[in-house]
């Protein structure tokens, strides 16, 4: 090879080189460049949870006044609207929640609206068409799971005594999504629907040139002083009234709007007495509803209720005040407290009980109410609220977090901010399903005392029998009280008092 055939290959070499380098520093460039956002969603695979991005001026934004924004949704199962993995809407975006302000991961409420600002309803992640939306931070809760897990029970257990256009659903939906702030991490989080007008099939306020017609109603507990014993003079020309918050019509503060709920508590103040309690409190309550909600919140010991974050609503007040009763906000539960901390104790009957209206119901027995609420703890204990059970659905969540590397992202972030996690979510899960398992024995135990009800039920009902104490019986023939006596020889149940019997080795409750 002579000089020039070396000089001309050396030259070629080196320019490769040279130029591939650069080719190699670019491309990394190019990856470092990319936001952290764009980063997980060029490795989104079927074992991620939904990324969720807010292109927002984060300094603006308040817990006052919505400003504008936009949201990308990314989910490799393409369960919303279009059908994509990435979908994008022009939204507005604020901050929620009340103590929970103060923390650093904050929730969000979006607003889905079209290019003139106008509402825009979208069924993101497949939960159901609506604009409006709930980015739930979480903060305080250690699992990361606690309202998720209580609402899914809850929708298993209780819907609305009526058809609705969401399946008698009485409770949220939601999906757990990764948030990411302009492209930045921002955390685990709970993407949730709203509990609503819509959504509990309430009627529309009817308006026209002459006449506004109130039909449905929706109120929301926001204090611990929340109750339906009492009330003070307030302005009713306010959106809040007596610790209560007009959810629906929220445009529409009146005298008109705010006297049902007056109805309700003067039904159950004190200025009532027991005989016109006892006559007309079925006017005003779903037996069922209260059933599952006292069940609720002794399974789960929510603790946060009862009334503060509970919505009552009546479907239409030009004909009739069945109030529904729909919880709310369940992050203190299962053993944890209203700040993070662990609540170490099992649930107590005299918080449910000093409250209207089971302060009547359940210590006289109304009607049979506390039976009745044994026999659905009795229904719903080798089931739905088997420890085992539960157990499983906070399973499942924690594998997803493992799975799609959220709670290692999560303890990087919110590690000690404003709680301490544990590194292994299933070392802090063992302190829940250890709490969920005492204060289900405790239950058991309880249900099985004389003086709270249900004696000698024989296997017929279906009903468990680890609950259960005494000798069995037969209840084939017959109408017996809820404590094995026999009043009847036939199974005709006509003319009997209101009250809970067993008929035929069922539970019928008489009203």
């Known amino acids: 090879m002579n000089n020039n055939s070396f000089s001309y290959c050396f030259t070629v070499f080196f320019l490769t080189f040279v130029l591939g380098t650069c080719s190699l520093c670019e491309s990394a460039k190019g990856q470092e460049s990319k936001t952290q956002f764009e980063q997980m969603r060029g490795e ?28 990308e949704i990314v989910d490799f199962h393409k369960r919303t609207d279009s059908l994509s993995e990435s979908v994008k809407y022009l939204c507005q975006i604020k901050y929620r ?46 699992v990361r799971m606690r309202n998720r897990v209580c609402f899914d029970v809850w929708n298993e257990m209780s819907q609305t005594p009526y058809e609705t256009a969401y399946g008698n ?40 040139e002459n006449d506004t017609t109130i039909r449905g109603v929706l109120y929301k507990g926001f204090s611990p002083y929340t109750n339906i014993n009492s009330y003070a003079d307030a302005d009713v020309n306010s ?29 159950n103040s004190t200025k009532t007495s027991d005989l016109t309690f006892r006559q007309q409190y079925q006017d005003y309550f779903y037996w069922e509803n209260l059933v599952d909600y006292i069940v609720l919140i002794m399974a789960l010991d929510v603790e946060d209720c009862l009334y503060k974050n509970t919505f009552l609503s009546v479907v239409n007040i030009k004909k009739g005040h069945k109030f529904l009763i729909s919880p709310w906000d369940m992050d203190m539960s299962l053993g944890g407290a209203w700040d993070g901390t662990y609540n170490d104790v099992l649930v107590s009957f005299d918080r449910i009980t000093n409250r209207p209206p089971f302060n009547r119901l359940i210590p006289q027995n109304i009607d049979g109410f506390m039976d009745s609420v044994k026999h ?13 059970n539960i157990e499983e659905r906070l399973d499942e969540y924690s594998n997803a977090f493992l799975t799609s590397g959220a709670w290692e ?30 204060n289900y024995e405790f239950l058991c135990d309880k249900f099985k005392s004389k003086q709270m009800g249900i004696l000698n039920i024989p296997e017929t009902t279906s009903m468990g029998r ?24 036939s199974s005709e149940i006509e003319g009997l008092p209101s009250g809970t019997y067993i008929v035929g080795g069922r539970i019928v409750i008489v009203r």
């Open 376 to 388: 659905r703890w009795l229904n719903l204990y080798s089931t739905l609220l088997l420890p085992k």
């Open 44 to 71: 989104l695979w079927s074992g991620s949870l939904p990324l969720v991005n807010l292109t927002v001026d984060i300094s603006a934004v308040s817990k006052r006044t919505f400003v504008n924004g936009e949201i």
């Open 239 to 267: 959106p809040t009234w007596n610790n209560w918050e007009l959810q629906y019509p929220s445009d529409l503060p009146s005298f008109d709007a705010w006297k049902p709920l007056m109805d309700l508590i003067d039904l």
């Open 409 to 438: 992202r999560e303890y990087a972030k919110w590690n000690g901010n404003p709680m301490p996690l544990k590194q292994s979510i299933t070392e802090e899960l063992e302190y829940v399903k250890d709490w969920y398992r005492r």
């Open 466 to 489: 680890d609950c259960l104490d005494g000798d069995e019986r037969e209840y084939a023939d017959g109408v017996y009280l809820m404590d094995g006596r026999k009043v009847r020889d």
């Open 169 to 208: 659903r009485n409770g949220t939906a939601g999906e757990f999504v990764e948030v990411f702030i302009n492209g930045s991490y921002h955390g685990l989080y709970c993407m949730s629907d709203k509990i609503d007008r819509k959504l509990l099939g309430l009627k529309k306020t009817k308006t026209n």
């Open 97 to 142: 929640g009340g103590t929970s302000i103060c923390y650093e991961k904050k929730s969000f409420s979006i607003k889905l609206v079209d290019e003139v600002g106008e509402k825009q309803d979208a069924n993101i992640l497949g939960i159901r068409k609506e604009n409006s939306w709930i980015l739930d931070a979480m903060a305080v809760d250690r």
